[in-house]
């Protein structure tokens, strides 16, 4: 599709998409070329670059005040970038108002029409687009039903639940088949056990849609639940964009591995070892693969990767090993997690699956130990810490 | 006219100063006494004129005199059948109609551009728009007297619109800026997303949300111009008069009661139309 001028009209019968809903269609691909956003002296986005697939679910995640809110309106036309371009399927759309670019949004605080039912706060876009009357009904119904409200046309907004507003502001954004969803924040307001059930929800909405989606969160673990890829942002810039496990597994910098997941950071000056490093880590000697530019470094590793031993343990040829205190331990039924302190005071997270625990206690004089192979070696960052204390 | 006095008040001290909670004083049985008494003698000084005009327009004697002695419904019979007082009634009407409809537009329009431009002397282009409110009657007759001479406005219908509309803008901006500031702008941005040009949106979302205050600024406009005295004195000419000016004419001249008769159906007419808003404005607000 080219860039359309006027939002796309429905044609009357929508291709199927994956899931055989009536309202799928077919996703854009959206690039973001070296995009920034200046307020002042302050880049509130920071030349982004990045590219969404047709039909990937996109979420953009990092802390409070990173840029992701900013990044989002731009590509919905509600705020213009200082500089870059922004292309759909192909087409430059930096020029293009919010009204014609065809997106769906999806606010945090739902933003529904106040004096309109949810049956004419769904039909609202589809009279923008001239839909003839038989034709709307059967779409909010669909819509509706999507959403599982289908008994709901009559209220108003503030009739509903805060859940059930947010499902009826997805059922406005979706019922138009617009070629990309954008969402921010949107289960931002809600509890936690709502907020588990509609990212399910989310998730098979856009595998039923087939449509591209962006979903902004602060929250990694809606993020990991969610996203066939994440970037993820700091300070106005895209830090690592990449599968969930990818950035698990292989984080790029210190603050991708701190923001996503669980991990040991142990720090120390690096030299060249063969094939990999060595770091100097409480007066030791740790080996990881790799190298990195600069004297000081950062070695992570994830908790399910490292493991307690007796006390005096020496390690084996291709295992690294410190020694360390248990400082408690956090029972969680399928797995445990045991708090060490490091000879330098520092922290250490170890998990344990049941059926195969240690039996060290609180107090406990151990050995940690890990493969070298499981060690991520990145550049020392001190900035890190003042994000996450 | 009194009637207006108080109406004048209501949006203007529900803006300038923001909500405050009353302080605990008065609360002792004595306190709030006198706190009634207060408003009891406040809200009888308003209301006596009133309850004076009404029932001197029943009165059977040509004189001003009160109370009357015998009573009589002769005064409104003559008002209706002395085509100098109906004329000047059905000016009124159609000026305070073309006012409440001129202001109303040119009021929002003004409301939402000091609302949302971001340019400097914003707080100045307020202030003029808002002088009229502060400035004086007389000063502003006389000013508006000497240009519509030049223009040759004086004693025409576009003259009453246009120096009315100036002096209802105010009462226009007021409300709608109040209403302004409560509405959330993200649901522009929903609109814009949904496939809502900037005219549509406002027609579909804006307008409706902020109709509250819209109405009642037409309701203070529609009032500003219907009593307005000063200003219309100096740009009447004996052809086109509005009724205030010809009660001012009448009372100046000669004491007949039907006056009297003009000015209890000023006050019903406003009233009326004061009430009636304030009611379905309550029960819109408390309907959302
Ligand atoms: N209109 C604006 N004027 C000035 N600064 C802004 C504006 N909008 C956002 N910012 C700033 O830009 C930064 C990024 O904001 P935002 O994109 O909302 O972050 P996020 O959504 O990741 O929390 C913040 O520091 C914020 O204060
Ligand atoms: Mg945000």
């Known amino acids: ?389 | 006219m009194s009637t207006s006095a108080p109406l004048r008040q209501a949006p203007e001290t529900s803006m300038s100063t923001p909500r405050r909670r009353t302080p605990a004083v008065g609360t002792s049985r004595l306190g709030r006494g006198l706190l009634w008494g207060l408003c009891g003698i406040v809200g009888l000084w308003l209301i006596v004129p009133v309850l004076v005009v009404i029932p001197l327009s029943f009165t059977g004697k040509p004189s001003l005199k009160f109370p009357p002695d015998s009573w009589s419904t002769r005064w409104y019979a003559n008002f209706f059948a002395d085509t100098a007082w109906t004329s000047a009634l059905w000016t009124s009407v159609e000026v305070a109609l073309l006012v409440t409809v001129v202001a109303t537009a040119l009021g929002t329009a003004a409301a939402l551009g000091l609302t949302r431009a971001r340019v400097r002397g914003l707080g100045a282009a307020q202030g003029a728009m808002l002088a009229p409110m502060i400035v004086p009657g007389v000063v502003l007759a006389i000013g508006t007297y000497s240009v519509f001479l030049k223009l040759q406005l004086v004693g025409t219908l576009a003259g009453f619109v246009m120096a009315h509309t100036v002096l209802a803008l105010p009462f226009v901006m007021i409300p709608v800026t109040a209403s302004l500031r409560g509405f959330d702008r993200r649901l522009e941005n929903a609109a814009a997303s949904l496939g809502a040009g900037s005219w549509t949106t406002f027609r579909s979302v804006t307008l409706p949300l902020v109709a509250p205050g819209v109405a009642s600024g037409a309701l203070f406009a529609f009032v500003t111009s219907f009593d307005e005295v000063v200003v219309s004195l100096f740009i009447q000419s004996p052809y086109l008069q509005t009724l205030p000016v010809k009660m001012y004419a009448s009372v100046t001249r000669e004491t007949d009661p039907t006056i009297a008769a003009a000015a209890t159906m000023i006050i019903v007419l406003t009233t009326t139309l004061v009430f009636t808003a304030t009611f379905f404005v309550a029960r819109r607000n408390r309907a959302q």
């Open chain 1, 1 to 389: 599709m080219p860039s359309s001028t006027t939002p796309a009209p429905l044609s009357g019968a929508a291709p199927r998409g994956r899931g055989g809903n009536r309202l799928a269609g077919r996703g854009a691909r959206i690039e973001l070329i070296d995009l920034s956003k200046r307020y002042g002296d302050f880049a509130a986005v920071d030349e982004v670059s990045l590219v969404v697939e047709p039909g990937e679910f996109m979420t953009l995640l990092g802390p409070s005040g990173s840029g992701k809110t900013t990044t989002l309106n731009i590509v919905a036309g509600f705020v213009g970038p200082t500089s870059g371009s922004l292309k759909v399927d192909g087409a430059a759309i930096e020029s293009t108002p919010a009204h014609k670019r065809d997106m769906g949004v999806v606010f945090q605080h739902y933003a529904l029409f106040p004096h309109l039912t949810v049956a004419e706060n769904i039909a609202y876009p589809l009279k923008r687009r001239g839909i003839p009357k038989a034709r709307r009904a059967e779409l909010i119904g669909t819509a509706l039903d999507t959403v599982h409200l289908g008994e709901y046309g009559h209220r108003y907004p503030r009739e509903l639940s805060g859940g059930q507003q947010q499902r009826v502001a997805v059922a406005r954004a979706i019922v138009y088949s617009p070629r990309v969803l954008l969402m921010d924040e949107p289960l931002g307001a809600l509890d936690k056990k709502l907020r588990d059930w509609l990212q399910l929800e989310i998730k098979r909405i856009h595998a039923q849609l087939g449509t591209t989606f962006v979903y902004v969160t602060h929250d990694q673990e809606e993020a990991l639940v969610l996203s066939d890829r994440i970037a993820v942002f700091n300070h106005g810039r895209i830090e690592q964009v990449g599968p969930a496990g990818e950035l698990y597994e292989r984080p790029g910098t210190l603050f991708v591995a701190k923001f996503l997941g669980e991990s040991t950071v142990l720090r120390g000056d690096t030299t060249r070892d063969g094939d990999g490093s060595a770091v100097g880590v409480c007066a030791r000697t740790l080996r990881a693969p790799g190298h990195i530019e600069g004297p000081r470094a950062a070695i992570i590793v994830r908790p399910e990767r490292l493991a307690v031993r007796p006390a005096g343990d020496r390690p084996e040829p291709g295992w690294n090993a410190l020694p360390a205190t248990v400082a408690g331990e956090i029972y969680l039924g399928s797995s445990r997690k045991l708090e060490l302190t490091l000879p330098d005071g520092s922290p250490a997270l170890v998990r344990e699956q049941a059926g195969a625990l240690s039996d060290v206690r609180k107090g406990d004089e151990v050995t940690l130990t890990w493969r070298v192979e499981d060690s991520v070696l990145l550049p020392d960052d001190p900035d890190v810490e003042a994000v996450f204390t």
